[in-house]
């Protein structure tokens, strides 16, 4: 049979590619063509838009790349149409997939949803184009799925990708040679996300915050969909904050704390037991319009929070992001005491994550309601 995926962000394409292996193992004959990256090309994948072209954050950059955008609109419609598939895939990526649903829809396509957007956080009321055009939604937290209940949704828990990715994730113990890092002194890592925006507005703050911390060294983990160029005038004046590409997981790994961005690196992050400061920043006229729309009901925003229903790691959000805040947060974590009731609440929410064969359910039911 014949799938189309359409995946915009690192993340989608991380968990686009177990979902392509793992329709390939339910169908062997399977004809994939998406919209990802390097991930789900090596993974089987025929990928004809990359994410690297799709990663617009925040309203005002939206508005700005608009023609943009409705290209890639219409390219999608247009290709789907000649490749006519069995069915379309949509992962996370709202802004792009839920359009697309409507339209698929009017086609005739049978539509799947592979991990939900955060609906329940903002913007609400979305939920009925999911209802009216999605035949099912795969979710991976389990919060989620009374959300999709709820509002009348089929809808599956398959538990979280994460966990099984991070478990079979082998330790690189040149890790640090590697990277010409102190053997002794403890590493504190710093994820300032993958959007050039959110990078921009980010990282500055973090850098400033590692000078406070003399006994540690920092390490900046480049995300895949930028340019080494675009971090060189950030890091001028660190010279002693390591940037490394393409090791993300072996700096978890050997990270004593980290300052993250809020998004799937929160999780990641916590999947490696690894305490962290949950870092945000927005541009202001992004950040009203998105405070405008959000769940009222929502108090927090990082993932980690979100399962566990409190306040396990510090959030510091727009103005609460100073260098004063985020140094006495990083202090409190980098105490025993902070530490320890952190990676109890850890231990916790990893339960609560469910199986980690989510891709292989997925793909299984999706196999069989083809096949029928």
Partial sequence: MKYYIIAGEPSGDLQGAALVQALILADPAANIRCWGGDLMAEAGA????????????????????????????????????????????????????????T??????????????????????????????????????????????????VEVSFIGHPLAKVIEGHVANGDFRKKNGLVESKPIIALLPGSRRQEVTMI???????????????????????????????LLAGFPSVKLVDKQTYDLLQHAHAALV?????????????????????????????????????????????????????????????????TEAALNQILEKKGKVAVLEAYESIRKQLGPSNCAEQAAAFIVSALSN
């Avoid at 025929?46 to 943009?68: I, Q």
């Avoid at 219409?74 to 990526?93: G, N, V």
């Avoid at 990282?203 to 080494?228: C, H, I, R, W």
């Fill in 103 to 152: 339209w698929a829809k009017k086609q005739g396509l049978r539509v799947y949803y592979y991990i939900s957007p955060q609906l329940w956080a903002w913007h609400t009321s979305r939920v009925k184009i999911i209802r009216d055009c999605v035949e099912r939604m795969f979710v991976i937290f389990p919060f989620e799925e009374g959300f999709y209940k709820k509002h009348g």
């Fill in 46 to 101: 025929n990928v004809v838009k990359h994410y690297r072209e799709l990663a617009f954050m925040g309203f005002v950059e939206v508005v700005k790349n608009l023609p943009t955008i409705l290209r890639n609109f219409r390219f999608a419609k247009d290709d789907i149409q000649q490749f006519s598939p069995d069915c379309l895939i949509l992962i996370d990526y709202p802004g792009f997939n839920l359009r697309m649903a």
């Fill in 203 to 233: 990282l500055g703050t973090m850098l400033e915050v590692s000078v406070l911390f003399p006994d540690y060294q920092f390490v900046v983990a480049k995300a895949s969909s930028l340019e080494l160029s675009f971090y060189e005038p």
């Fill in 261 to 325: 961005t809020s998004g799937t690196a929160t999780l990641e992050t916590a999947l490696f037991r690894v305490p962290q400061v949950v870092c945000y920043k927005a541009g202001n006229v992004s950040y009203r319009l998105a405070r405008w729309l959000v769940n009222p009901d929502l108090k927090f925003i990082s993932i980690v929070n979100l399962i566990a229903g409190k306040q396990v790691v510090k959030e510091l959000i727009q103005i609460d992001f100073t260098i004063q805040n």
